[in-house]
Structure formats: C-alpha cells, structure tokens
C-alpha cells in the first residue's frame, strides 16, 4: 500500500495544477513547483484588480521556484509578487497579466530575482523602492503596455538594484526611464537590450 500511495503522490506533482488564492510565504519556507511552470497561480474569479497573488512580507528565507502567475480577463491580477521588508527569492517564475506590476520589491527587502520570464504584462515589469535587489538571467518582454503606465520599470532614487544578464526585448521607448538620468546605462553593461 505505501508503494500505491507513493506513486500516486509521484503522479499528482507532475500533473498542471491550478491554485487559486494569494499565496503567502513564511519565514525559511520555499516552495518548488517540481516540474517547472507546471504549478499555476490564479487569484479567484471575484479577485479585482487591485489584488496581489503573491505575498511576501516581513519574513526571511522565503523562495519561490518554479510557478506560473497568471492574470487575464476571467481571473483579474493587480501584482503578480509583492516583497514588503523581506529577505526572498524568485527563481525560475513567470508573471504575465499584471495589471499594475508584476514584481515590487519595497521596504528595506534583500530579494532575488533569477531565471524567471516577466512578459505581457500591462503593468509595469518591476518596482523597486528602497530595496537592494539582485535581478539576474532574467527576460523581461512586453511589459507596460497599458495606457495608464508610463514606463515598464520604476526605479526608485532610494533603491540601490543590480542587475546582470538579463535580456530586455522590445522594451518601449521610455521603458528604462528618462536618457538624461541615466536610462539603460542605470542596467549594467551586461544585459542585452
């Protein structure tokens, strides 16, 4: 019996999963979709816009691998991950359907972003403010293209970002901000654009 029951768990990770509610990490807890991007993360049919999938606040040790967060037109998604004050990671994730972001890292957060595809998004693509993040291997592709957002990334003048190998593809005009204040050279010279 304990053979059955263990491939039948075997079995049930493998399989697409659908999760829908916000997702709150704890302190030192990571959760890994085994089979990468085969675990989804919708909020609820009566979610708004303003909603937040998943939430990472005042915890350290917190990571994330693996997911899929997605909005669209049945399942509304405000931000697809929020850090609030928190030493987190995000490996291997995509966000696509965010409304008004897809990441925001705020408050005094140590985070990590690595390996993950932000894309479609009609929101901005990253928030960072007052935040030291390290945002690396990462694609970031059509992005902020509602007429509502005026840039697909904001950078805060308090946060202190590093980015390294990321790929920036089709980024609008004025996606990295105003040329005179520094713009794509803010990035890092080793990201392509």
């Known amino acids: 019996f304990a053979l059955v029951q263990w491939l039948y768990l075997v079995a ?3 399989l697409p999963i659908a999760y829908r509610e916000t997702l ?8 890994v979709s085994r089979l990468p991007r085969a675990a989804t993360i ?4 009566t979610a708004s816009e303003g909603d ?12 994330l691998t693996g997911f899929r967060i997605v ?33 925001v890292i705020d408050g005094t957060s140590f985070a990590t972003s690595l390996a993950s595809d932000i ?14 993040p390290r945002i690396a291997h990462n ?16 950078i805060d003048e308090g946060a202190d970002p590093h980015f390294t190998g990321n790929i920036f593809e089709d980024p609008r005009r004025d996606a990295l901000g ?5 713009g794509p050279e803010r990035f890092g010279g080793d990201n392509w654009f």
């Open 12 to 14: 049930i990770e493998r």
């Open 24 to 31: 709150t990490l704890k302190d030192n807890v990571r959760i």
């Open 42 to 45: 919708r909020l609820s049919g």
């Open 52 to 63: 937040v999938a998943v939430v990472v606040a005042g915890v350290a040790g917190a990571e």
């Open 71 to 103: 909005g669209d037109a049945a399942t509304p998604l405000g931000t697809g991950v929020l850090i609030r004050g928190s030493q987190a990671s995000l490996v291997d994730i995509e966000v696509t359907g965010a409304v008004h972001a897809a990441i």
């Open 119 to 132: 894309h479609d998004n009609p929101g901005v693509a990253l928030t960072i403010r007052s935040a030291s």
């Open 139 to 154: 694609v970031f592709m059509r992005n902020g293209t509602s007429e509502r957002i005026h840039r697909s990334f904001i």
């Open 178 to 182: 105003d040329p005179s204040g520094g």
